[in-house]
């Protein structure tokens, strides 16, 4: 199929360096408030790459859930395979595709669990089946059917039926803390403004990057 007739213009809508606050997380911020003003469809929603054993990349849609000036946090399975793939080379990237606003962001860093703590609040403050469903899925793994899952949900929820659903073990967050943030605004003529925030010395160095 050729899809060479898929082509749209940018906007004039640029990026300047004058524009960008000095702190990415801050710029973060604002582009996010932004993307949330507008409705857009799930703007937390984040491609989380890492890389296993072999070198082999992978990639999946999972759901920011918190931010701050110490990382971005997301939860999962810590037997899935991102987590495996996480406990055997930290290093990943996020990517924030608001292509309505004509925008992207990256963010590249480290990715550590967060504390037990940390992660019970969370899940505490999540929908029951929400709790629920964490203990049923062993994310990742081979299973017969749906209906297996429905099973397995069904006896779940009898058993934690009486009382407050506990946080599993196997389930918690990961903290990324960024080490680069670039920040991408569509051009017209495929001149696209990107700048990007780099850690130095415990500063931010912001450089401007052709498209």
């Known amino acids: 199929m050729d899809l060479a007739e898929f082509r749209k213009e940018y906007s004039d809508r640029g990026l300047s360096r004058t524009e ?7 710029q973060f911020t604002a582009w996010f408030s932004q993307a949330t003003a507008m409705k857009l469809h799930e703007p937390n929603a984040m491609t989380l790459a890492t890389v296993d054993s072999e070198g082999m990349p992978y990639q999946r849609t999972v759901l920011l859930k918190y931010f701050d000036e110490d990382g971005f946090v997301f939860f999962t399975n810590y037997g899935s395979r991102k987590a495996e793939q996480i406990k055997g080379n930290p290093r990943v990237s996020l990517l924030f595709p608001w292509i309505t606003l004509e925008r992207q962001v990256i963010i590249q860093g480290l990715a550590e669990k967060i504390s037990t703590a940390e992660s019970l609040k969370y899940f505490c403050s999540r929908p029951r089946e929400s709790q629920i469903g964490a203990w049923v899925s062993n994310q990742s793994e081979v299973i017969t059917s749906r209906k297996f899952l429905l ?15 506990p946080l599993p073990s196997f389930w918690g967050g990961y903290r990324v803390r960024p080490t680069s943030l670039e920040f991408w605004q569509g051009g017209p003529a495929r001149l696209h403004d990107r700048f ?8 931010w160095n912001i450089s401007r990057l052709s498209p």
């Open 20 to 26: 960008l606050d000095g702190d990415p997380v801050a």
């Open 151 to 165: 099973q397995k949900l069904a006896e779940i929820g009898e058993k934690f039926h009486n009382g407050e659903v």
């Open 196 to 203: 990007i925030y780099r850690s130095e010395n415990s500063a």
